[in-house]
Structures are given as C-alpha cells and as structure tokens.
C-alpha cells in the first residue's frame, strides 16, 4: 500500500533526486542563459523550475495520486523537525497536528490552515514551515486537516476550520491565538475572520498569511506578468476554484475576501511574492483593507515565487520571511513579564 513508510521514502528520495538534477542543469546553463528573473540565484532558479514541472505533473494524475504525491516531498535539511514535537489528534472530530518547540513555548497558540488549492495538501505537506514557524514564534502550532474538495467543497473547509477554533478556545483565550494559512489556507483564515466578525463573536489576536489566494477570479495583471516565472498555473487554479464553488459563483465575497467588506478585522501581516500569481491582488487586498480601517501590514519579497516560506533552510529569503512571521506572532500576543516566570 501506498502508506507503508518504504514507498513514502523511495517517493520522496526521486523527488530529492529531480531537485538535485534539476540544481545541477540550471548551474551549466547559466552561463548561456539568464533567469527569468535577475535578482535569481542558481537555487532560486532550480527551485522554481523544479517546483513548476512537477506539480505541472502532479495536476495530471488522479486526486488521491496528487494528494499521496505531495505528501511525499521530502525536507532535505530537517534541522527544525528535529528540534519540535508533533502529535496527531483530532478536535471535534477534525484531524489536527500539534507542534510544539522540544525548548518550551510561551502561552500562545497559531492556528495554521495549509494550502493546496483547496483539493491537496496536509500538515505534512508543510511540516517543515509549523517547525519553523513554531520556533520563530515560540508557541505551540495547531495545523488543521480540513476536508478537501472536490468531494467536499465550501463550506467543509470553513466548516472544520471553525470547529477547531471554537475548540481550541476552550484552552486559549482569544488574545493568545494568531490565526495563519498561505495559499488557499490563508482564503480560509479571511473566511473565517469575516464570520466571526459578522456574528460578533471573539476575533483572533491577529492574523498571519503567506501567499494567501483572495480572489478566486484570477484577473489580476500579475497573472500575466508574473507566468513566465511563478509555479503556478492559472487555468490549473481556475478548475480547483470551479471544484471548490461546486457550481456556485467562486467570485462572491464568501469565496473571495478581496471582494468582501473588510472593516472590523483584526490586525494583519500577510507575506507575498514579487513574482507571483497572487501579488496584485494580495496588494489589492491591503490597500482595501487598510481603506476599511484594518491594521495591515504586507512585505513584497523581490522575485519570490508563490509560497517561497515553504522552502526554509534552501533559501535565505524563506528563513528571513519565517522569521519576520514569527516577529509578526509575538507582536501581536505579547506575554506578561510574569507569564514567562
């Protein structure tokens, strides 16, 4: 069977394997022939050409291919796995992953949705960023297992994701959670945050979002600009919005924040690439959230593609990003001097 640990392992070595050829073509070529990008180191390059003909392949196969395939990318550098914990759970009857700094935390908690277009993707597709992030931010990281589309399209997602929540309150007060997603995991932190606020209920201490996707219409002008060098690919994007609205309109404001009022939020950090799909309308939304009275605060790293974080200690662009990240948390669930006695 797939999940037997052997065939998770051999995936995940001829994964290694085309990274690390594909390192070493783009450094031959690259006296011949320039990067799509300038600012672009050989890493960056491989990484994104890399990156882009996989899930190029990865979009091709079966739903539960895709998912067991992206399960399998391996961490090459495991240095922050090795300095957390993680423990599988489940609150309210939704699969969560706690990860937890070996060091110790200090009483907060970041409630971390994953991306994936909402049809992939788990706490172990982005195991090595909770790491990161938990010990950037000293605290405990709770990732959430939220159904998937196609077979459960909105409002599952938000549906399980409003369930842990509720659920992780009965440990933690409001002012001690940040909220935090990247990609589509970051259009369902927004989600969630525009309904609590919509029915007056307890917001969040903050919110942290990586490449969050908050317009599912993809029309952006950086869709055009930025698709000779981003990895993703807007039509693949379209279907799994088409997937994810099964039938409805995926441009109305449940789906796409952007679209949404947005006075009322708590303060925000959100993170973006130069050279991704995403950036415009991540701009976008910063600019109508701080129009709407919100605390917003976006830092455009030059040249990074779509969910650059996610490469930690291959790229120093993503540690000094996860860093920031962390920075972002602790500001906003600052610790009492006597709570860290």
């Known amino acids: 069977m797939w999940e037997n640990g052997t065939m998770r392992v051999l995936v995940g070595l001829q994964i290694a394997l085309g990274y690390l050829l ?3 073509a783009t450094a031959v070529r690259r006296p ?12 960056d390059e491989a990484r994104a050409t890399y990156l882009r003909r996989f899930w190029r392949r990865v979009h091709g196969m079966p739903t539960e291919a895709r998912r067991r395939r992206a399960d399998s990318v391996p961490v090459l550098l495991p240095g922050a796995l090795l300095r957390t914990r993680r423990r599988r759970d489940s609150l309210s009857g939704v ?9 110790g935390t200090e009483p907060r908690l970041v409630l971390y949705v994953h991306g994936g277009g909402f049809t992939i993707g788990s706490s172990r597709m982005v195991r090595d960023l909770l790491s990161r992030l938990a010990l950037a931010s000293n605290a405990r990281v709770l990732s959430v297992d939220y159904r998937l589309a196609p077979e459960h399209p909105w409002p599952a997602g938000l549906e399980d994701l409003r369930a842990v929540w509720r659920a ?53 002008a950086s869709f055009q600009t930025n698709a000779d060098a981003d ?4 039509e693949v994007l ?10 409805g309109d995926p441009t109305r404001a449940s789906l796409s924040p952007l679209r949404a009022e947005l006075a009322g939020l708590p303060p925000l950090y959100l993170q973006a690439g130069g050279a991704e ?57 600052p610790v009492p001097k006597m709570a860290r006695l």
């Open 95 to 103: 699969p969560v992953t706690w990860i937890t700094p070996r060091a």
């Open 231 to 234: 990895t993703l690919d807007r």
């Open 168 to 220: 992780a309150l009965a440990e933690h007060a409001p002012r001690q959670i940040v909220l935090a997603g990247d990609s589509a995991g970051g259009n369902l932190v927004l989600a969630l945050l525009l309904e609590l606020r919509d029915r007056g209920e307890p917001l969040p201490a903050g919110a942290l979002l990586f490449s969050p996707w908050v317009d599912l219409a993809c029309t952006a």
């Open 238 to 247: 379209l279907r799994e919005a088409a997937g994810y609205a099964a039938g």
């Open 22 to 24: 594909t390192l070493l």
């Open 32 to 43: 011949f022939r320039a990067p799509p990008r300038r600012s672009w180191s050989i890493g």
């Open 277 to 333: 799909l995403f950036r415009d309308d991540i701009e976008a939304f910063v600019g109508r959230a701080r129009a709407a009275g919100a605390r917003a605060t976006l830092d455009v790293f030059e040249d990074q593609v779509h969910d650059f974080q996610g490469f930690g200690a291959l790229s120093r662009t993503s540690l000094e990003a996860i860093g920031r990240a962390g920075e972002a948390v602790q500001v906003f669930t």
